[in-house]
Structure formats: C-alpha cells, structure tokens
C-alpha cells in the first residue's frame, strides 16, 4: 500500500466519520496495523468505532478465515467504543496493543502500546 493509498482510505474514513455510523475497513493483514497507526496519528475525533478487518488466507481460497473475520468485525462494531480496533480471529485489538507475527501467523497483544514503543 503506498502513502498515496493510505492517504485514500484516511480521507474516505474522515468522509464516513461525518456521517456518524461505526466503520469496517478490509484491508490485507500485512499492512493493517501500519493502517491503522496512520488513521490514529491523523483522526483526531473519532467518535465511532473504526475496525480493520483482512484474511490471514485470502477470501476465495479453500480455508479463508476473511468471511469470519468479517462477520466478526460488522458484529463487534455495534458494541465496542468509539476508537481504533482491529479484529480478527475471534479477537478485538486495539490498534495500538497488535502486532502481526508472520512466524506464528496471527496477531498478538503487545505491550506497552506502540506509541510508547516507539521512540
């Protein structure tokens, strides 16, 4: 995803936000945590869920996890607190507190949050 792209889904995402309903973003899983740092640094009033969602297999190959993690995220968005989340494999991460493990290939909780990472 180039910073052109990036610069796509943040405009269209501050465009959603004006209309004030939660948000589901897909979106591939390598990229998807840097996504959302980006979207956190330049949103300075969310006040409505915002969730990425991807496939760790993509959609349309035998054994995709992207309908589930899909279905997941239209169902977590009507109940989570305005902020910026990823879900995935049954579970709700904030933005800030995941990391994608391409060993393991899942997503981890990270601690302290990113922000305080990195320095």
């Known amino acids: 995803m180039s910073d052109c792209d990036r610069e796509l889904v943040l405009e269209t995402t501050r465009n959603l936000l004006e209309e004030g ?10 990229g998807m945590v840097e996504m959302g740092l980006f979207l956190k640094q330049h949103l300075q ?4 869920p915002i969730i990425l969602t991807g496939a760790m297999t993509p ?4 054994g995709s996890d ?5 279905t997941e995220s ?10 910026l989340f990823i879900v995935i494999h049954n579970r709700v991460f904030p933005v800030d507190r995941v990391e994608k493990d391409n060993n ?3 997503f981890l909780w990270r601690d302290p949050p ?6």
């Open 45 to 48: 009033h969310v006040h409505v």
């Open 59 to 62: 959609f349309g190959c035998q």
């Open 74 to 83: 239209l169902f977590a968005v009507r109940l989570l607190p305005a902020g």
């Open 21 to 30: 309903s939660p948000i589901v973003i897909t979106h591939d899983t390598d």
């Open 104 to 106: 393991l290939n899942e």
């Open 114 to 119: 990113t922000s305080a990472r990195v320095q």
């Open 66 to 70: 992207g309908l589930q993690n899909l």
